[in-house]
């Protein structure tokens, strides 16, 4: 091992540590002043992200029994946060998106996320940009190589509404 290597493990480490660390802390004060619980906002994240799915859908992508993910969609609906429709081919299949109140919420808490990054970027000096920008393309880079290579290191990354079949129809309009 050389010296680069024994230095750059612990410091990526430390990095990723550091970043979900606070990645987390503000998202659980996110969800507990807006009375939501891990899994709710999970769910709102979900159909933010994916678009409409059903229940079905739902609790195959975040790993919940069908009866877990109908109830949470229920409180979300209740909530006003989440909107169910039929589908227009099937009208059996009942499909949940965000309203116009969920989108907004999801947008609020982006918006914080985005103001802790802008606070990072404004603390470094051009020099200090430039490196860390690329850097940052390399790791990325190599990080979605591997992400094809070793799903199984990836296990909950999504690609879009090819995770949720049912989703061909999307009333709510995101950003």
Do not use: I, W
Not at 104 to 129: F, I, N, V, Y
């Amino acid at each position: 091992m050389n010296d680069s290597s024994a230095e750059f493990k612990p410091l990526l480490t430390a990095m990723l540590e550091l970043a979900m660390s606070s990645y987390f802390r503000r998202l659980h004060a996110f969800a507990r002043g807006h009375g939501l619980g891990f899994s709710q906002l999970a769910t709102l994240f979900r159909l933010y992200h994916h678009g409409g799915c059903t229940v079905s859908d739902l609790s195959q992508q975040l790993d919940f029994s069908n009866a877990a993910a109908s109830q949470l969609l229920d409180k979300l609906v209740q909530a006003g946060l989440v909107r169910r429709f039929e589908l227009p081919d099937d009208r059996r299949v009942r499909n949940h998106c965000l309203t116009d109140q969920g989108t907004q919420l999801m947008l609020e808490l982006k918006g914080s996320h985005r103001e802790l990054l802008a606070a990072l970027e404004a603390s470094l000096d051009d020099r200090e940009r430039q490196a860390a920008t690329a850097s940052l393309q390399t790791l990325v880079a190599h990080l979605d190589r591997l992400s094809g290579q070793r799903p199984d290191l990836f296990l909950n990354r999504h690609h879009g509404d090819g995770d949720c079949p049912s989703a061909t129809y999307h009333p709510s309009v995101k950003e």
